[in-house]
C-alpha cells in the first residue's frame, strides 16, 4: 500500500499500527484505531479514508456511553413515516441542514438526542409536534397528512393506546434528580420489565424494587438511569411515584398480569413474559446492569428483596411518600 508522505515529498509504502484512542470530550472510549506509518521515515501519515474509519468508531463508541441518537435511528424514524429530511427538520424546528447534519455522522447535542431518541420511540408525543408544526404552518397538510395514516394505523392495534396515555402523561417529566435525569419510555419500559419476567418469577410487590435497583446501579454507573421513572418512600421500599406500577402491569403488549387468590384471601399477582421482549434499545451496559440485579434478586423471596431496598440509604433517608433523589446512587450497599 502506498500513499503521498509529505516528510519524503513522494509515495511511499506504508503500515498500519494499531493504537487505543482512550477519551474524547472527556469520555473514557479505549477505541482501537488505525494509524498509517511511513515505512521509510516511520512518520504518521493521515489518510482520509482511514481518518474516517477510526472517527466513526470513536464516534459510536461515544454515542453509545452518552446514549446519543445513532444516523440509523433518525433514517429509521424518517424512514417509518416516509418523510424527508426536510420535513423533519421543519416538523422539529431545527436549523435547516441539522437532520442532514446528523444522519452524517455529526453529533446531536444532548438535548437534541434526547428528544429525537423520544420521538423514535413514542409516536403519539411525534404526532403532538407534528400537529404543533401544521398548526403553525411550518408543514403542508400532504406532510401532516402522511404522519397522521401512520399513527391512526398503529392505533387500531394498540388496545392500550388510552392506558398508555394516562400513564405518560402522569409520570412522563423532563430530566432531573428524580428521574435519573432520563426521560421516561414506555416502551422501554415494557421491554425491561417483559425481559426480567422472562428470567425469573416476578412479583408485582417486587417489580418497584427491581426497577429501583436497576435505575439506581445504572446511574451510579453512568449517571444516568435506565427508565425514567421516580420513585417515591413506601413502607416496604421504594414504588414508581403515584403507584404507577399498578396501571403499568396491566398493559399486555409484552407481559401478563395474572391476580390469584391466596389461602389467606390475599392477592398476590405475577407478572409473565409474552417472550416479544425487545432488548435492541439497551446499550450493552444497561443490559449487563440489568443482568446484574436479575442474578441478585431472583433468588430471594418478596420480603428479602424488600430487606434489601431497606439498607439503603434512598429509603432510609426519606420519609413515606417523600421522593427519592438520584443522589443516593453514589452509596449503594448492594454493589458494595
Given at each position: 500500500m502506498k500513499h503521498y508522505c509529505p516528510y519524503c515529498n513522494s509515495e511511499q509504502e506504508y503500515s498500519i499500527v494499531k493504537r487505543?484512542?482512550?477519551?474524547y470530550k472527556g469520555v473514557k472510549v479505549n477505541v482501537e484505531e488505525n494509524v498509517p506509518i511511513c515505512k521509510k521515515c516511520k512518520n504518521e501519515l493521515i489518510i482520509n479514508s482511514i481518518e474516517d474509519e477510526n472517527l466513526k468508531r470513536i464516534y459510536n463508541k461515544y454515542m453509545e456511553i452518552k446514549?446519543?441518537?445513532?444516523?440509523?435511528?433518525?433514517?429509521?424514524?424518517?424512514?417509518?413515516?416516509?418523510?424527508s429530511q426536510r420535513e423533519l427538520t421543519a416538523i422539529l424546528d431545527f436549523g435547516k441542514m441539522t437532520i442532514n447534519r446528523y444522519e452524517n455522522g455529526s453529533l446531536p447535542s444532548k438535548s437534541h438526542s434526547d428528544y429525537l431518541k423520544l420521538i423514535?420511540?413514542?409516536?403519539?408525543?411525534f404526532f403532538d409536534k407534528v400537529t404543533e408544526a401544521y398548526d403553525t404552518n411550518r408543514i403542508s397538510q400532504k406532510t401532516f397528512s402522511?404522519?397522521?395514516n401512520v399513527v391512526n394505523k398503529q392505533s387500531i392495534h394498540d388496545n392500550n393506546y388510552e392506558l398508555k396515555l394516562y400513564i405518560e402523561n402522569d409520570l412522563k417529566t423532563s430530566p432531573n434528580i428524580y428521574n435519573g435525569f432520563q426521560v421516561l419510555d414506555l416502551e422501554k419500559l415494557q421491554n425491561l420489565i417483559s425481559y426480567i419476567a422472562s428470567k425469573t418469577k416476578l412479583y408485582l410487590t417486587s417489580l418497584n424494587k427491581y426497577l429501583w435497583f436497576i435505575d439506581m446501579i445504572s446511574y451510579n454507573k453512568r449517571t444516568i438511569s435506565v427508565t425514567g421513572l421516580t420513585y417515591i418512600h413506601e413502607q416496604y421500599g421504594p414504588v414508581i411515584i403515584n403507584r404507577k406500577y399498578e396501571e403499568i402491569s396491566k398493559l399486555d403488549d409484552k407481559y401478563k398480569r395474572e391476580d390469584k387468590e391466596k389461602n389467606d384471601g390475599s392477592i398476590q399477582s405475577i407478572i409473565t413474559s409474552n417472550g416479544n421482549?425487545?432488548?435492541s434499545t439497551f446499550s450493552d451496559k444497561e443490559i449487563k446492569i440489568i443482568d446484574y440485579v436479575i442474578h441478585l434478586l431472583s433468588n430471594k423471596s418478596v420480603k428479602e428483596i424488600s430487606n434489601l431496598s431497606h439498607k439503603e440509604l434512598g429509603w432510609r433517608n426519606t420519609e413515606r411518600f417523600e421522593k427519592i433523589s438520584f443522589q443516593y446512587a453514589d452509596n449503594l450497599k448492594i454493589i458494595e
Open positions: 487505543i484512542f482512550k477519551e446514549n446519543i441518537i445513532t444516523p440509523s435511528e433518525i433514517k429509521n424514524l424518517r424512514n417509518r413515516y416516509g418523510i423514535a420511540k413514542d409516536e403519539y408525543v402522511k404522519v397522521k421482549y425487545d432488548l
